[in-house]
């Protein structure tokens, strides 16, 4: 690539809300033809709101959402900031925990009032030596609606059920089709339950998903990807996608994500939506073709 192409390219694209790192990150994108993308901030808003609570047999649903918000005031993780905030809202005196530890891709643990309390998915849960229990059917219907479903622990048991909502961006469907219509495979990755993952791609029309994935699995899919021929860009905004954005051929952050995923990757989109990667597409093939 000539510097002047290049030049014009990335500001052209600074002004469609693309920023390009440099003219390597372009000429790579022209060549890719698998996008992986991150389902929570970035085909999703990434501010989930508490929906609902399901207090186990015994258990007081307020007291339930009190353990549960009391433990996620130590975690800046977005599910933890919506209990928080839901909990806020309907007026929960929340306590100070103690001892408390987040488990990346997994919860939270620590004690509150004394008492050993653990919020997160299956498994979390598995790492405690326990199973769903009877509130497995319940978690299932939550997350065939798209909700991500929790699980509350106290004292050793399931004491109850936390779903949280986050809704799809507005932009994410347009952005979509014309990804799929530019000849992408789009693969969507999550740390989120398989289930949900499923019930949110189907409404996106994705028919590829890689669910219940740990963060440092993220870049492994890519590097398998690679290793079978793939030219792979990997669109996430999370502080736990920064390897992955490294990895990937081109890695696409959201400007409005964490920091360092911004600095792992080839182009941020500024506006924090996937719009952004269709007019990049078009920048690329543009510039290349003119170099030539
Ligand atoms: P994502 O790829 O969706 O950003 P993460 O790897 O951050 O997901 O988290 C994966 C899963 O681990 C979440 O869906 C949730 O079930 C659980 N989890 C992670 N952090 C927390 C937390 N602070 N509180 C409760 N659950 C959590
Ligand atoms: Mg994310």
Known sequence: ATPMSIMTATGRGAQAGVLIKNAEAL??????????????GTLTEGKPKLVDVFPEPGHDETEVLRLAASLERGSEHPLAEAIVAGA??????????KEFEAVTGKGVTGKVDGRPVALGNLSLL???GLDAGAP??????????GETVMFVVVEGEV????SVADPVKETTPAALKALHDLGFRIIMATGD????????????GIDEIRADVLPEDKARIIKELQDGGAKVAMAGDGVND????????????????????IESAG???????????????RLARATMRNIR
Do not use: S
């Open 193 to 204: 339950n398989e289930r949900t993952a499923r019930a949110v791609a189907a409404r996106l």
């Open 242 to 261: 920064a390897p992955a954005l490294a990895q990937a051929d081109v890695g696409i952050a959201m400007g409005t994500g964490a920091d360092v995923a």
């Open 159 to 162: 004491a109850g059920l936390v």
């Open 88 to 97: 806020a809202e309907c007026g929960v005196d929340m306590a100070d925990a």
């Open 126 to 128: 598995a790492d405690l």
């Open 267 to 281: 182009f941020t989109l500024v506006k924090g939506n996937l719009d952004g990667i269709v007019r990049a597409r």
């Open 136 to 145: 497995a059917d319940k978690a299932n219907a939550r997350r065939d609606a």
């Open 27 to 40: 000429e790579r994108f022209e060549k890719v033809d698998t996008l992986i993308v991150d389902k929570t």
